[in-house]
């Protein structure tokens, strides 16, 4: 039975992590591009006699719209970002002006514009900037606005996601200079389907690394083909493991969580365990305190310790942890408390050989269920099936044991917040 008290244990761990966290899933939206059909995103096609309000000469397929004052358009032949051209709008008195493009779209899809902005002297309060006008029909629905660019800047690329509903059947892309003055340049305008990733995968589960040596770890999206945005990789232990461009270094002996997120806030984990170089034995334990020296809490509540080591490079994974009385409180790897029953427990911790240790006490006080503990009690017993488990039964053993797997990697993922006062999800 000692095994299940185990699994019962950390599915607990879990269950209280569900429950004050809510859902631990993400679900979010990435990029795979296709280019769709911009004419003339460039620049580079131009017509010499202008006309539609330009001034000479203007850009094909592009149209110019001046609903403040007198801003002048044209394609400029000195300023540029690749080519020989970029589009130049510019109001040296106050005004407001817009070219602009239709494009036949698939709303339901999404896509991603972009541009090269150059500004000098830009005094609006709307600034120089991209808009993007839904159609359904003839029937304008929503107007989308990108970041802005004001004074006077050097070529900066900006860019907007579109998620455009299934009734739109048509944008206009619309390259602004709002009311106000200066000069802006546009070049390089950009729109691509994009293919959302829905998931981002390491290959490993768990690796294995020696202390000052480092491993590879391999990763993958779904789908396939789905452009990466930008992907971030981060240790919820440096003093562990370390981790660069998905690249892992065990730091000292001890296990860490790897993790890698997408901008989109998608992610997945992989539990490193460093093991020790032999040719360098772990720092020994000078010190230990333990906080809060003394605590009290209600029966069925969990609490935690933190035990501060010196020096910080030292072997904390060798820690062991006891409970004066079992039948009190409990004490798990980390300093977790489970309170059981009313009365005294000494809690100690100390280093493997015991040569270092500290003390806290925890008095548990009796607490009458309410209907929110009913409550969870019950939901205990569905998910753990706490007195109908079967430890004979293959599925059933199977099934807690994936659990547990998941649940010890969740844990990992833990930690104590700076006051040490709850724990939060490693982000
Ligand atoms: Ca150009």
Redesign the pocket.
């Known amino acids: 039975m000692k095994k299940l008290d185990l699994w019962k244990k950390v599915w607990m761990v879990m269950l209280t992590v569900m429950l004050l966290f809510g859902s631990v899933g993400s679900i979010g939206k990435g990029a795979a591009e296709e280019p769709f059909g911009l004419m003339n995103p460039?620049?580079?096609e131009i017509l010499p006699d202008g006309g539609g309000g330009w001034t000479s000469p203007s850009a094909v397929g592009w149209s110019l719209w001046t609903p403040v004052g007198n801003p002048s358009a044209t394609v400029s032949d000195s300023v540029?970002?690749?080519?020989?051209?970029?589009l130049q709008i510019s109001s040296p008195e106050n005004g407001r002006a817009a070219v602009s493009q239709d494009i036949a779209i698939e709303g339901g899809n999404h896509y991603k514009l972009s541009a090269w902005l150059k500004t000098a002297d830009v005094t609006s309060t709307q600034g120089a900037r991209l808009r993007v006008v839904y159609y359904s029909g003839d029937q304008q629905i929503n107007l989308i606005y990108s970041d802005k660019l004001r004074g006077t800047n050097d070529w900066t690329r900006i860019e907007k996601a579109l998620d455009p509903p299934k009734e739109i059947d048509r944008i206009r892309v619309q390259l602004f200079l709002e009311e106000g003055t200066g000069t802006v340049w546009f070049?390089?305008v950009s729109l691509v389907k994009t293919n959302p990733i829905e998931a981002i995968e390491i290959e490993e589960e768990q690796i294995t690394v020696e202390q000052e040596k480092s491993a590879p770890l391999t990763w993958s999206f779904t789908p396939e083909d789905a452009l990466e945005t930008g992907i971030r990789w981060e240790s919820s232990d440096p003093s562990v493991a370390t981790v660069q461009d998905g690249i892992v270094t065990g730091v000292r002996e001890g296990k860490a969580t790897i993790t890698v997120k997408t901008k989109e806030g998608l992610s997945d984990y992989c539990v490193v365990t460093v093991t020790q170089n032999p040719e360098h034995p772990p720092v020994a334990i000078e010190s230990i305190t333990l906080s809060p020296e003394t605590a009290t809490l209600d029966e069925h509540r969990y609490t935690l310790l933190n035990a501060d080591v010196q020096p910080k490079n030292a072997d904390t994974d060798s820690l062991q942890w006891t409970s004066s009385n079992e039948q009190v409180a409990i004490v798990e790897k980390g300093g977790l408390i489970k309170a059981l029953s009313p009365g005294k427990a000494t809690i100690t911790v100390q280093s493997k050989d015991g040569s270092v240790q500290a003390q806290s006490t925890v008095t548990v006080r009796e607490y009458e269920k309410d209907e929110y503990d009913q409550l969870r009690e019950r939901w205990e017993e569905q998910l753990l099936g706490t007195s109908s488990f079967d430890e004979n039964n293959p599925r059933m053993t199977e099934m807690m044991k994936k659990r547990t797997e998941k649940a010890e990697r969740l844990w990992v993922t833990m930690y104590k917040n700076e006051d040490h006062v709850f724990m939060e999800r490693f982000s």
Do not use: C
Request: no cysteine; charged share 35%.
């Open positions: 460039g620049f580079e540029y970002r690749t080519g020989g051209h970029a070049d390089d």
